[in-house]
C-alpha cells in the first residue's frame, strides 16, 4: 500500500488531540492501575494525560512521535523512561532494563494498517533515542491480541520491525531492539562511505600521462615525492 507525502514530528501539547479518541483518554501507562481507575471514574483522564505529558517533556525530553499523511494525523508512537511509566511495574516480564526506554505505544489509522507507519514511528523512536545515547528500546508485547486490546502492542507486529525477545511469558513477553540495529541500512552505508571518505584519499583514474597534481595524502602522512617525465636515453 503506497501512502501520500509524510511528515514525522513530535507529540506535543499542541498537537496532542490529534491522536485517536479512545488513545486520547487512555492513562493505562501513564498512572498506575487504582489512580487510572479513579481517573476514569470522574473524567478527568484527558487532564491526566495533559499532565503526564508536560512534565515528561519537561523533565525528560520529547516522549512522542506522530505521522502525518497528506496533513492527517495517521500514527503514532509513545516512549518514556520506566521511572515515568508506573504500569511497567505491573508486568510479570518487568524491570524494564536500566539501559533502556520503554516503548508503550505504536499505534496506526486502521485505513493506513499495513502502510509501513508502524515502521516509520519506530524508527523516528529510535533515530531520536539514539542521538540522546540511549542504548536500547524495550517493550512489553501482548503475544495474543483480541479484538479489544488496544493499550499494549502486539508481539509480531515488535519482532517484525526487529525486536528480539528476551523474556518470553505466554501473554506479556518482554522485547528489545538494541539501537544500533535500530538504524536503517542506507543510513549505515552513507555514514561509512562518509567515514571512507574522510580518511582515504582516491588517486585519479590512470590515463598513461604524467599527473600534474599530487593527491593531498591523509592529514598527518607525509606526502609522495612528484615523480619526474621519463627522459629519453635514461
Known sequence: MSIGPSSVSGVTLDNIDELPKRCRRCVFWELAPHAAEQAAEYGNTELEKEA????????????GKIVHVDQVAAGYAMYAPPAAVPRATTFPTGPISHDAVLLTAVAVLPEMAGSGIGRMLVQAVAKDLTRRGVKAIEAFGDAAPTADSHCVIPADFLISVGFKTIRPHHRWPRLRLELRSGLSWKEDVEAALERLLKEIAIPAQSTGAVPTEIVPAPQGLPRAPAREPARPGR
Not at 52 to 63: A, K, N, V, Y
Open 52 to 63: 503526564w505529558l508536560s512534565s515528561t517533556l519537561l523533565d525528560w525530553g520529547s516522549c
